[in-house]
């Protein structure tokens, strides 16, 4: 008895399509509109003003923030697509502000107890798939058909081009852009362009750079910094070593510092 009025209190304040199904266990914030023809599953909690359109699947354990859009046939939450998957209690965490385009695909982690996230303010073009245990950051775009896989990082700002596979473990720094088409095999450092298959580095984000307001004097250093790691004749533990100690600006130098630091599959080249 208690679990039907509990669920009729969630009715109230949300707008459900009559085709729609909605466990009795699902959390909705106030003002959550679920469309035609979608489901909602038992363990997912859904933050205020979420609007889901028609033919959506939100499953797993989930828990989504506030102001997130579901396009027709997202499916979210699902379980990993990884043979090592157990079965075991593993989550998804999805911040506020973000756009989930028709089909997106994100899934849960696969270890026990392990989550993929998703920050705020991103943007998932369709048909694009983050996979278990990927770390989204902020403001990230995933434009269409974008395959990350299992455990991809991709911090704030960061922007992939459409119909690009990435390969599970690669990290791609902040800032960074990569162009369509190209095949990301190698971490991406922040800051930088990227293309090609496979993926080369050809200078500076500058036009993204520009648009989030830094200045043409930070820009001159981030580039002294590129130029450090890609035209010089450094290996990486001597660049390491150069931007440690020498004059570069902070937080530019520190972020380079700590990815270079991070990364295990080695840098585009």
């Known amino acids: 008895m208690q679990d039907r009025l509990n669920f009729r209190k969630i009715v109230l ?8 199904i909605v ?3 699902a959390k909705l914030g106030w003002g959550v509109k679920i469309g035609p023809y979608s489901v909602i599953g038992e363990s997912v909690e859904l933050g ?10 939100i499953e797993g354990r989930t828990t989504i923030g506030q102001n997130n859009v579901f396009h027709h046939g997202a499916s979210i939450g699902g379980v990993p697509q990884d043979l090592n998957y157990s079965g075991g209690v593993s989550f998804l965490v999805i911040g506020d502000d973000n756009r989930f385009r028709e089909h997106c695909t994100v899934h849960i982690a696969t270890n026990e107890g392990a989550s993929t996230k998703i920050g705020s303010n ?3 073009m369709a048909y694009s798939h983050v996979a ?3 770390q989204i950051g902020d403001h990230v775009i995933l434009s269409n058909s974008v395959n990350l896989g299992g455990f991809v990082f991709m ?8 119909v690009a596979p990435v390969h599970q473990y690669v990290r791609i720094g902040k800032h960074a852009f990569v162009g369509g088409g190209s095949r990301i095999e190698r971490d ?3 800051f930088i362009k990227a293309a090609g298959s496979p993926t080369r580095a050809y200078g500076i984000n500058s036009v993204g750079l520009n648009r989030r307001g830094f200045t043409p004097e930070r820009r001159a250093m981030i580039k002294d910094i590129f130029n450090l790691l890609y035209r010089s004749n450094l290996n990486v533990t001597q660049v ?16 380079f510092v700590d990815f270079l630091e991070a990364s295990q599959r080695g840098i585009t080249k």
Do not use: W, Y
């Not at 707008?15 to 729609?20: D, L, Q, R, S, V």
């Not at 911090?155 to 459409?162: E, P």
């Open 48 to 57: 205020d003003g979420c609007v889901v359109g028609p033919h959506v699947l």
């Open 240 to 255: 390491l070593e150069r931007l440690r100690n020498g004059s570069f600006a902070d937080p530019e130098r520190q972020i």
């Open 23 to 25: 466990a009795p266990g």
């Open 13 to 20: 304040k949300a707008e459900i399509h009559p085709t729609a």
């Open 155 to 162: 911090d704030d700002f960061s922007i992939v081009g459409g």
């Open 188 to 190: 991406i450092p922040p």
């Open 132 to 134: 278990h245990d990927c």
């Open 122 to 124: 991103c943007f998932m």
